[in-house]
């Protein structure tokens, strides 16, 4: 990659949006022109990325996501970043300027009151489960906009009060939020991963003699110095330790929060079906005591709004352990079934908010080939609905898909084939509501 080309990756992620706008607009210019080559295109994906608006665990942008899936060839992406919708706008310009199939949405947690024994996605948390609204489109009013400010406000008191525990126990590089924490992000979106790189940073800084700030972690994390040294060098690698050690369970930032401090899922879907985007249940790995009874999640799930689900893959076959395989890799061939049979678009990804999460998924590996005309039906499916919710309102779940297509599988097929007809970034070009679904196909070829 040329020098060039390198420093426009890093001014891709600026804080600036107008440096991060201009960076885009020349790689445009530099792929048309054949001064810069993507890679061949070919049928990988990611259709679930977080970015500098949550936590990005590379410091990615929501442009720098799809600049870097255009150059590795990739044929969709997906934004999904925590509690805001901040990011959707850029990201589906950087989409439509750059020639990628695209979808937009959030990720929150919901309380399942009929699950409140039970944990689901949360470890360690009955009753709570990760949430996703996918297929947000950009330039229009947001529909119950009180219910996504409630999010992010909700989201920020909470990370604000575990900066204020874990203070008491790092006393000596005592974090100001304000100061210290905000800065880090684009639009005061602070997570549990902004504040470990903001302790690990201020460390650094107050004890700039390696030797001493080892061992003045080792006694603030009831470690050794010998495991502190361990990862002490490696940024990514010791926020892990300090998450692990003062936020996670057992440490004195953490908080077992009851389920009523979370919103219904119930109310999440009608937000996100308000907005025109498809309501998305997630799947962790089938042995939480709640996902051991799916088929009464789902059932509770569908009949209030879901219409979609997410998987991360990863964690459900790229395991060490032969057994521990063994076992996920059931579950999660079974769930993948399960969403088959029901109709229900599967979005998949690698979430990207840890470093060391990969780019793309390895749809090569034995145990995601058998899935991977499922996984990409879902990725067009998310690229056909946000087209044509963007175009005429008539996305996966409007009331224009529920006339013409009342059937889901039926449904399901003509989003898949819309995805795969829809250039991304062409415009559509006479199409109204009163269109059936074969005159909008034709429309978008």
């Known amino acids: 990659m040329s020098e060039t080309l390198e420093a426009l990756e890093r001014q891709l992620d600026d804080r600036d949006p107008a440096a991060r706008r201009d960076a885009l607009n020349r790689l445009a210019a530099m792929l048309r022109a054949g001064e810069a080559a993507a890679a061949p295109g070919h049928d990988a994906f990611n259709m679930h990325c977080h970015s500098t608006f949550s936590f990005n665990g590379y410091g990615y942008s929501p442009s720098g996501l799809v600049a870097r899936g255009r150059l590795r060839g990739l044929s969709a992406m997906g934004l999904v970043d925590f509690d805001v919708l901040d990011g959707v706008a850029e990201f589906l310009d950087a989409c439509a300027l750059l020639g990628m199939r695209g979808g937009a949405g959030l990720e929150t947690r919901v309380y399942v009151p009929s699950f409140s024994e039970r944990v689901i996605t949360s470890p360690g948390e009955p009753g709570i489960t990760y949430h996703m609204g996918m297929g947000f489109v950009a330039g229009r009013p947001v529909a119950e906009a009180a219910c996504l400010a409630g999010l992010k406000e909700t989201a920020q008191r909470r990370t604000r009060q575990l900066v204020g525990r874990v203070n008491t126990l790092l006393d000596d ?4 939020y304000d100061a210290e924490v905000i800065p880090l992000t684009p639009a005061g979106n602070a997570t549990e991963r902004h504040v470990c790189a903001a302790y690990y940073d201020k460390a650094a800084s107050v004890f700039p003699d390696r030797d001493r700030r080892a061992a003045w972690w080792a006694g603030k994390l009831g470690m050794t110095v010998e495991q502190v040294e361990k990862s002490l060098d490696d940024a990514p690698a010791f926020h892990g330790v300090i998450r692990a050690k003062t936020m996670k369970a057992g440490g004195v930032g953490y908080v077992c929060e009851k389920g009523e401090a979370f919103p219904l899922g119930a ?23 709640g996902e051991q009874c799916i088929d009464e999640l789902l059932d509770l799930m569908t009949a209030e709004g879901v219409a979609a689900v997410n998987i991360i893959p990863d964690r459900n076959w790229n395991l060490s352990d032969p057994e521990v395989r063994r076992v996920k890799v059931g579950h ?21 908010n840890a470093h060391g999460q990969k780019f793309v998924d390895d749809f090569n590996a034995p145990e995601m080939g058998p899935l991977h005309g499922l996984f990409l039906e879902g990725a067009l499916v998310l690229h056909g609905h946000t087209v044509l919710e963007a175009a005429a309102g008539m996305g996966f779940v409007s009331e224009w898909a529920r006339h013409h297509l009342p059937d889901a599988g039926a449904r399901k097929a003509f989003y898949a084939e ?7 970034g062409a415009p559509v070009r006479g199409l109204r509501p009163e269109a059936d679904p074969a005159e909008a196909l034709r429309l978008l070829s």
């Open 418 to 424: 819309a995805g795969r007809r829809a250039r991304p």
């Open 332 to 352: 999660f061939h079974a769930f993948a079934e399960n969403a088959r049979r029901r109709n229900l678009p599967v979005f998949v990804g690698t979430e990207m």
């Open 267 to 289: 109310d999440i879907n009608r937000f996100t079906l308000a907005n025109g985007a498809i309501p998305t249940m997630t799947w962790l790995d089938g042995t939480s005591d």
């Open 173 to 176: 590089i005592a974090l100001d």
